[in-house]
């Protein structure tokens, strides 16, 4: 009898040992497997990693753990798994902007600025700079998605429109002759409110001063008139009716009646979106096939504004390597900036790849008009958001919707971003 | 001593050891029978609430440890929270839906279960379909009545069709509580019918039959025998009713969305959580958020239990004194009882 209960006691404690125990760090690191996180979850994408490790995998003897990972569950997973480095992911997809500084500073990204490749040196230098943090490296760029307007040309044709358009009163004048044709002009996910705080970001970049943006972005000084100036040309936006008729509800991406969906599908004319529009419109068609009549213009200049004229805003995606991994995952990372992965990979995800001699490849003629937008350019903002980091990208992007929602004024974007400060 | 107890223990003291032996054999059963229930309540209760009451106290961005890489900051997160004006707005839209869910189901749950409680024909069919919306997920009920909900989606075309020009149900802040309101009755109404179709049923029968032989109509009976009955009943749902409103989280979310919740005034405590925690990556500042509305709901729980449900929980943590003692009466009278029977015995 006692034997029984000492034994059914060990069995139980044995359990719950085990059971508090699961989740702890997995045994010492093997040199030659390394884990690789990115957020292709479906398509060509997702068949890209899984060849380029293969590939890697017969160059090398070095073994390749893929794990694709849904874009929204992303960086919560990553925060998560690198808490402790010794369990986390040997190369990541790096979230960019004030998140990947955050990550630097808690010691979670190796410095690859000795490790990386005479071709990452030398054909990615300038998308490089959206992984350089103080004149060092912490990543190596895969890709860049500069922004612009998206547009249909038959409805464009429809409204009586010859050209696009270049200045800002421009593109009033066309919003006015599309709402006159019975045309919704612009198509805006506000549900996401990312959507509409690009509006806000690229008329800031207009408006802005390169000093005075600067400055915004990296030392959160919101002082400058120009920052409410932008956002009165929003309201003013707001007041002509240029977003489609219900756009607080419209979601970015998802289905015939989202934003993206609308502009699919011809109800509505414009988008203000990145580079990966093509391929999100291309499965919101009716027949999910490539919109034959769209078009891409850069995002017009705004008249006496003080910005750069053809600046440009953008993501660049990458990757960063974990401070514990072993040897092969820098050879992984500049593995992927070579030539060939470099033009697969713009085939696979149909996008601009960050190598610059990889970029003949690219076919597609709306991608082909972005590249020559980005060579008139000196220098390619990384999206405001982004660049502010979580926290005052979210009061930013909050205060944008009230003010198209009708709950706020030009004035209380700039105070939201301030009050978002005693946050965080 | 030793010696005698080992050779010729009286049988007094036999049983006494015995007894003891089996104290001792009880507690380790108790022991290893709760063990593992209070380890796993322990590590996935207890703990992350202290967890989250710590983290509250720092600027945290959720990289390595709040104590390495975040600022320490006392009690400013908790105050920043309690004077954020929108988070004062989502703390009054959650009662709002707490009041509204209560108003508006309790009432028709009650007229449902009264009328799917006779007999007629097709009763079970209509029985399962007012239970439908509770099984569907959050997730495709949000999505779909979302998509249906647009100012230009399917409801408001078919209202065009008769010539009415439909509201924008989901973003003028006037109507959206009342869609919101509506959702919810939709969607957990199914749940209130069958807990008081279950209490009904278990009112016998012999009760109406009675009360019709004294003459009672119908109405009068529901008033005087199937409400009072259905008290303990409603009592239950008004609680589960009351604690789901105050975690409201997934309908709002997936039909507004985070940042439209708040111009819409239907946000509520824990999507005002996730949009200022998670979404703007102040894990610190979340967790603070997280800690208050877990006070919140706390208080209103022990509340409601001390002063409404204690009649029907026997031994819940607020009433244990009253627990002892009714148990002290039984024994009382179990006691009595004995006697009386022994003394009839005698007799």
């Known amino acids: 009898m006692k034997f029984k209960t000492i034994a059914a006691a060990t069995l139980a404690m044995a359990t719950v040992v085990g059971m508090c125990a699961c989740g702890s760090s997995n045994s010492a690191k093997d040199e030659n497997t390394i884990t690789f996180w990115h957020n292709a979850t479906a398509g060509t994408g997702k068949q890209y990693w899984e060849d380029m490790a293969a590939a890697f995998e017969k160059k090398t003897g070095v073994k390749v753990e893929i794990q694709a990972i849904q874009n929204e569950d992303f960086e919560g997973k990553l925060t998560t798994a690198m808490q402790d480095p010794s369990s986390g992911p040997d190369v990541y997809m790096a979230l960019g902007g004030a998140k990947t500084k955050d990550m630097i500073d808690a010691g979670q990204t190796m410095d690859l600025t000795d490790k990386i490749s005479d071709t990452v040196k030398n054909q990615m230098a300038s998308a490089l700079k959206s992984f350089t943090y103080d004149d060092k490296v912490y990543g190596v760029p895969v890709t860049v998605q500069p922004g612009g307007i998206w547009y249909s040309k038959d409805l464009f044709e429809q409204a009586g429109i010859d050209e696009v358009p270049t200045t800002f009163s421009e593109l009033k004048s066309d919003i ?34 390169t000093d005075a943006y600067a400055k915004g972005v990296n030392e959160k000084d919101f002082s400058d008139s120009c920052w409410t100036k932008a956002a009165e040309d929003l309201q003013e936006l707001l007041d002509m009716d240029a977003f489609n008729e219900g756009f607080l509800t419209t979601t970015a991406q998802q289905g015939a009646s989202s934003s993206a969906g609308l502009l699919a599908n011809h109800k509505a004319a ?109 220098d390619m903002q990384l999206w405001m958001d982004t660049a502010l980091g979580g926290n005052i990208g979210n009061a930013l992007n909050s205060g944008v919707v009230n003010l198209l929602s009708g709950q706020g004024t030009a004035a209380d974007i700039v105070k939201a971003m301030e009050d978002a400060a005693a946050k965080g | 001593m030793a010696t005698q107890n080992n050779n010729g223990a009286t049988p007094q003291a036999r049983r006494v050891k015995s007894m003891s032996d089996g104290k001792a054999r009880r507690n380790i059963e108790i022991f290893i029978l709760s063990a593992p229930a209070i380890l796993l309540f322990a590590c996935f209760v207890i703990l992350p609430i202290i967890l989250g009451a710590y983290y509250g106290f720092y600027q945290w961005k959720g990289y390595g440890s709040p ?96 010539g009415v020009d439909g509201p924008d149900w989901l973003a003028d802040p006037k109507i959206a509580m009342f869609t919101l309101l509506l959702l919810i009755s939709w969607k957990y109404i199914g749940f209130a019918v069958i807990l008081m179709l279950a209490g009904m049923q278990s009112i016998p029968e012999e009760l109406y039959e009675a009360a019709r032989v004294d ?21 239950i749902w008004v609680f589960l009713s009351v604690i789901g409103s105050l975690q409201l989280f997934d309908l709002v979310y997936i039909v507004w969305g985070k940042y439209v919740s708040t111009t819409a005034g239907v946000s509520t405590m824990a999507t005002y959580m996730v949009r200022e ?20 709901s ?50």
């Not at chain 1, 401070?323 to 601009?352: C, G, H, L, R």
């Not at chain 2, 209509?126 to 989606?153: A, D």
């Not at chain 2, 925690?277 to 919140?296: K, P, T």
């Not at chain 2, 024994?331 to 003394?343: F, P, S």
């Open chain 1, 176 to 209: 006015k002759k599309l709402r006159d044709a019975g045309i919704e002009p612009i198509a805006l996910g506000g549900k996401d409110a990312w959507p509409a705080g690009h509006w806000y970001y690229w008329l800031s970049l207009r408006e802005c001063s």
């Open chain 2, 67 to 162: 104590s390495q890489t975040g600022k320490f900051v006392g009690f400013q997160n908790y105050v920043t929270a309690l004077k954020d004006p929108s988070f004062q707005a989502a703390i009054l839209h959650t009662f709002e839906v707490v009041i509204g869910s209560l108003v508006i189901q309790a009432p028709l749950a009650i007229l449902f279960a009264l009328l799917l409680n006779q007999k007629f024909k097709g009763r079970g069919l209509i029985r399962t379909l007012i239970f439908v919306p509770y099984v569907v997920s959050e997730v495709i009920v949000g999505t779909g009545w979302s998509l249906l909900l647009q100012k230009k989606g399917a409801i408001n075309e078919i209202l065009a069709n008769f």
């Open chain 2, 298 to 347: 706390l208080v209103i729980a022990l509340t409601y239990q001390k002063y409404v449900l204690n009649r029907d929980l026997d031994g819940a943590v607020t009433e244990q004194k009253e627990a002892k003692k009714r148990t002290a009466k039984r024994a009382k009278e179990a006691r009595r009882l004995e006697a009386a029977a022994t003394a009839s015995e005698v007799k």
């Open chain 1, 270 to 378: 414009m988008e203000l979106m990145g580079t990966w529009e093509p391929g999100v419109v291309k499965d919101l068609t009716p027949d999910k096939t490539a919109m034959a009549d769209l078009g891409f213009f850069a995002f017009p200049d705004v008249d006496g504004g003080k910005g750069e004229k053809g600046a440009l805003m953008g993501a660049a995606t990458g990757f960063s390597v974990n401070p514990e991994a072993p040897q092969a995952a820098v050879d992984f990372v500049n593995f992927m900036a070579e030539k060939d992965n470099q033009e697969e990979y713009a085939t696979a995800f149909s996008t601009i790849p960050a190598s610059e001699e990889a970029m003949d490849s690219v076919t597609d003629d709306n991608l082909k008009q972005i590249i020559e937008a980005m060579s008139n350019s000196d």
């Open chain 2, 215 to 235: 003459g009672a109509g119908f109405w009068q009976m529901q008033k005087s025998i199937t409400l009072p009955l259905l008290a303990p009943t409603l009592r």
């Open chain 2, 277 to 296: 925690g998670r979404g703007a990556g102040n894990y610190g500042y979340g967790s603070a958020v997280a800690l208050i509305i877990f006070v919140i």
